[in-house]
Nanobody
Framework: QVQLVESGGGLVQPGGSLRLSCAAS????????MGWYRQAPGKQRELVAA???????NYADSVKGRFTISRDNAKNTVYLQMNSLKPEDTAVYYC??????????????WGQGTQVTVSS
């Protein structure tokens, strides 16, 4: 069984920074794409950023230039460095691992979510 454990959320003032981490554990052979999504109250979950095993990245327009996604393939861990945070970045942030290969085959997994609140 694969588990994704997120950390790093919290309360920060506008203009501040936070770094989220998500570690995947289990009998993992490979992970195709790792990404971060967020869901604010009353809104749909949206993609924030994603990164392939080869290091190709994709960002939502709303976070380009402020957020940076990175990945350590050896540790099956993905990071999200969030700078210049705005109140509209407030949401629950979820980690997702796409096409995780284990002895049972290929499957997608989600983390439990971590709250990020940007407020003065």
């Amino acid at each position: 069984q694969v588990q994704l454990v997120e950390s790093g959320g919290g309360l920060v003032q506008p203009g501040g920074s936070l770094r989220l981490s998500c570690a995947a554990s289990g009998s993992i052979f490979s992970i195709n794409v790792m990404g971060w999504y967020r869901q604010a109250p009353g809104k749909q979950r949206e993609l924030v950023a994603a990164i392939t095993s080869g290091g190709n990245t994709n960002y939502a327009d709303s976070v380009k230039g402020r957020f940076t996604i990175s990945r350590d393939n050896a540790k099956n861990t993905v990071y999200l460095q969030m700078n210049s945070l705005k109140p509209e970045d407030t949401a629950v942030y979820y980690c997702k691992a796409d096409r995780v290969r284990t002895t049972a085959g290929w499957k997608d997994y989600w983390g439990q979510g971590t709250q990020v609140t940007v407020s003065s």
